[in-house]
């Protein structure tokens, strides 16, 4: 059975920092990525790496401020989150797929997705 599993997230001030981790197992797919949701709107991409290279994709609003990187001999995906805005307040789910180009990250089909986890930056 396919499953992600997300860690790390919390509550913390603005400016703070936060490190999101993902165990995939059963890792079928050439693609690990981040998204997160707010209540009311869409799920939108936040960044993902190409796992068999070291290609990586980062949504515009989050470009100098989160690192994603992974150990593949551990199948896991890690999110540095850096200088946190209270309008990164989401869940960030975990997702595995296939990659799609530079501008998108993991494509959306056939993607597996975590169960997420919270993130609240206070002000």
């Known amino acids: 059975t396919q499953q992600l599993m997300e860690s790390g997230g919390g509550s913390v001030q603005a400016g703070g920092s936060l490190k999101l981790s993902c165990v995939a197992s059963?890792?079928?797919?050439?693609?690990m990525g981040w998204f997160r949701q707010a209540p009311g709107k869409d799920r939108e991409r936040v960044a993902a790496?190409?796992?068999?290279?070291?290609?990586?994709f980062y949504a515009d609003s989050v470009k100098g401020r989160f690192t994603i990187s992974q150990d593949i001999a551990k199948n896991t995906v890690y999110l540095q989150m850096n200088s946190l805005k209270p309008e990164d307040t989401a869940t960030y789910y975990c997702?595995?797929?296939?990659?799609?180009?530079?501008?998108?990250?993991?494509?959306?089909?056939?993607?597996?997705w975590g169960q997420g986890t919270q993130v609240t930056v206070s002000s």
């Open positions: 997702a595995r797929g296939w990659w799609a180009d530079r501008k998108k990250g993991c494509s959306l089909e056939s993607i597996h």
């Open positions: 790496i190409y796992t068999n290279g070291t290609t990586k």
């Open positions: 059963g890792y079928i797919r050439n693609c």
